[in-house]
């Protein structure tokens, strides 16, 4: 079955950086679209991160743009998120999800990675 | 990229019907047939249940649906159940090539 696993998060200081992985399995991963969703703590969720299925194309929510990086490797299943510049509002739940095809609808996530941003 | 407006809470009894809204603008719910809607327990990820306005993944009760009318987009919910309980969240593609998130509306079952 389509599994999604988030890794890289963890406690880090203002300003500094982080790379956020997201490894999948279960699917042909090179033929899909992902994005990255947060989801600060007790508040709702909030779009990060797009990538075309072969890479060509990303885009980023305005509160990112800029400091953040979104890219794959389709060779290792591997989905990424570069975070430089990190902020303490940056704390957050970071999901990875699969784009369904043919949609603009996210039909799997995994369970999240947790980012603290405090110093 | 402002949030999809929805309601903050919804409540109903086991086995009325509730729907809850989602508003946008003409440059993401109004211009696209692509708004999606999704269930999160809590300490649990968002799970699909709508997409593309009106359409269920497969596995979703048929007591969910969705509609769209001008910029404003609707999950309906029938004969609620106790594990209906949880907060939703509806999502559309926009013209800038991004997606954005409405600010999610938490259901009550009474």
């Known amino acids: 079955q389509v599994l999604l696993v988030e890794s890289g998060g963890g406690v880090v200081q203002p300003g500094r950086s982080l790379r956020l992985s997201c490894t999948a399995s279960?699917?042909?991963?090179?033929?899909?679209?992902m994005h990255w969703v947060r989801q600060a703590p007790g508040k709702g969720l909030e779009w990060v991160a797009i990538i075309w299925y072969d890479g060509t194309n990303e885009n980023y929510a305005d509160s990112v743009k800029g400091r953040f990086t979104i890219s794959r490797d389709s060779s290792k299943n591997t989905l990424y998120l570069q975070m430089n510049s990190l902020r303490v509002d940056d704390t957050a739940i970071y999901y990875c999800?699969?784009?369904?095809?043919?949609?603009?609808?996210?039909?799997?996530w995994g369970q999240g990675t947790v980012v603290t941003v405090s110093s | 990229q402002s949030a999809l407006t929805q309601p903050a809470s919804v409540s109903g009894s086991p086995g009325q019907s509730i729907t809850i809204s989602c508003t946008g603008t003409s440059s993401d719910v109004g211009r696209y047939n692509s708004v999606s809607w999704y269930q999160q327990h809590p300490g649990e990820a968002p799970k699909l249940m709508i997409y593309?306005?009106?359409n269920r993944p497969s596995g979703v009760s048929n007591r969910f649906s969705g509609s769209k009318s001008g910029n404003t987009a609707s999950l309906s919910i029938s004969g609620l159940q106790a594990e209906d309980e949880a907060d939703y969240y509806c999502?559309?593609?926009?013209?800038?090539?991004?997606?954005?998130f409405g600010g999610g509306t938490k259901l009550t079952v009474l």
């Open positions: 999502s559309s593609y926009t013209t800038s090539n991004t997606a954005v």
């Open positions: 999800a699969r784009i369904a095809t043919g949609t603009y609808s996210l039909d799997s």
């Open positions: 279960g699917f042909t991963f090179r033929t899909y679209g």
């Open positions: 593309a306005v009106t």
